[in-house]
């Protein structure tokens, strides 16, 4: 899909900010839509769309016209019950639903590691933790992932509609720490796993890995090679500098054992 029209939900969002460059081309219109107001402001090729994920109405509007959806919005934290039902779980269905009403038949999910994160780093088998791994969700904000994942099969399964989910490790500028050396995704490899999402013939339902080629990545990568992405950056070039400040990943932690990390002793519920 080198060209068409693209709609990105939670444009306004860290993630969404580094993704509109590196998706911007030729023809191509992508629409940001967001409640808040994208930073910097649109340029050409891009339009903005201010409303919630939750409101349906506004969503199919939106996706009328549209290729593709990619949908970044919602809660992307740790909160409430009452919060990730509503910005996540509710959201996802609209924006599923809107894109079957608007006939819009393929669709990028953001799921997380947190979807996983109570997973054994020591039982992860050669190759990495398949991007199908079963669910072993490790806050309410990783279970609302999963309700995301298996709304996004749902779909799929009932409406023939392209959707792609993607579980995300840390889409950071840099690892923020020495565990982001295991889960990090760059900006770039970010920009080139949609554009392999947007282009791929007829995936079907698909889980990926949403990280870059890590030399102490957890994470499979040939599930994302196999509708074209090959990320190119590995966090090897910040590890030295993040294990002299912070020290090296303790093996002996049981907490530190689990992908998820302290995510899987935060307090349940409450915003972090």
């Avoid at 038949?105 to 997380?112: E, I, K, P």
């Avoid at 770039?188 to 079907?204: N, V």
């Avoid at 030399?215 to 090897?236: C, F, M, N, V």
Wanted: net charge negative; aromatic share 6%.
């Amino acid at each position: 899909m080198a060209d068409g029209r693209i709609v990105i939900t939670g444009a306004s969002g860290k993630v969404g900010s580094l993704l509109r460059p590196r998706i911007r081309r030729g023809d191509r219109e992508i629409r940001l839509f967001d409640l808040a107001e994208p930073s910097p402001p649109p340029v050409d090729g891009e339009v903005f769309l201010q409303h919630s994920v939750t409101d349906l109405d506004a969503l199919a509007k939106a996706f009328d016209g549209a290729d593709a959806v990619v949908h970044l919005g919602g809660q992307s934290r740790e909160a409430s019950a009452e919060d990730v039902i509503d910005r996540n779980i509710r959201g996802t269905y609209c924006v599923l639903e809107a894109a079957r009403r608007a006939g819009v038949d393929r669709v990028v999910l953001a799921s997380s590691n947190h979807a996983v994160g109570f997973h054994d780093r020591g039982e992860i088998p050669p190759g990495g933790l398949p991007a199908d791994a079963p669910a072993r969700p490790d806050t309410l904000y990783g279970w609302s992932k999963v309700a995301i994942e298996s709304a996004g099969r749902l779909f799929a399964d009932r409406f023939g509609m392209n959707v792609i989910v993607l579980r995300i490790g840390v889409w950071f500028p840099k690892p923020p720490d020495v565990r982001g050396l295991s889960l990090w995704m760059s900006p770039d490899d970010g920009g080139r796993l949609i554009e392999a999402c947007l282009s791929t013939k007829d995936p079907g339902y698909r889980m990926v890995w949403g990280v870059s080629r890590n030399t102490r990545g957890w994470y499979s990568l040939k599930e994302g090679e196999a509708i074209g992405y090959h990320p190119q950056d590995d966090s090897e070039a910040y590890a030295e500098d993040l294990i002299a400040k912070l020290g090296p990943l303790d093996e002996s932690d049981p907490e530190l054992r689990r992908v998820g990390g302290t995510w899987c002793s935060i307090p349940l519920g409450e915003p972090n």
